[in-house]
Nanobody, 123 residues
Framework: QVQLVESGGGLVQPGGSLRLSCAAS????????MGWYRQAPGKQRELVAG???????NYADSVKGRFTISRDNAKNTVYLQMNSLKPEDTAVYYC?????????????????WGKGSLVTVSS
């Protein structure tokens, strides 16, 4: 059974930095393309960064040049280094496969999500 546990969020001032971590289990981590997603209040969840099993990365335009995604396959962990944070980066951040893992709830296949990690950028 897949488990994703995000950590490292918190309150930070504009211009500050945070590093998120995501520990994954229940899968063959090294073969999967992984991503960091975020969901701001009242908005749809969006993919902000992805990393392939070979280490190629891609970023949403809104975070390009400020965020860096990386992975450690030996530790089954993916990271998101966030620099020059802005108030509009405030959101709950989730890691997942790209595309997301799926699970069955009450007989229906749905995307699986961990609890996420809240990032608040405010002065």
């Amino acid at each position: 059974q897949v488990q994703l546990v995000e950590s490292g969020g918190g309150l930070v001032q504009p211009g500050g930095s945070l590093r998120l971590s995501c520990a994954a289990s229940g899968m063959i981590f090294s073969i999967n393309t992984m991503g960091w997603y975020r969901q701001a209040p009242g908005k749809q969840r969006e993919l902000v960064a992805g990393i392939t099993n070979g280490g190629s990365t891609n970023y949403a335009d809104s975070v390009k040049g400020r965020f860096t995604i990386s992975r450690d396959n030996a530790k089954n962990t993916v990271y998101l280094q966030m620099n020059s944070l802005k108030p509009e980066d405030t959101a709950v951040y989730y890691c997942n496969r790209d595309p997301p893992f799926r699970t069955v709830v009450a007989g229906t296949r749905v995307d699986y999500w961990g609890k996420g990690s809240l990032v608040t950028v405010s002065s």
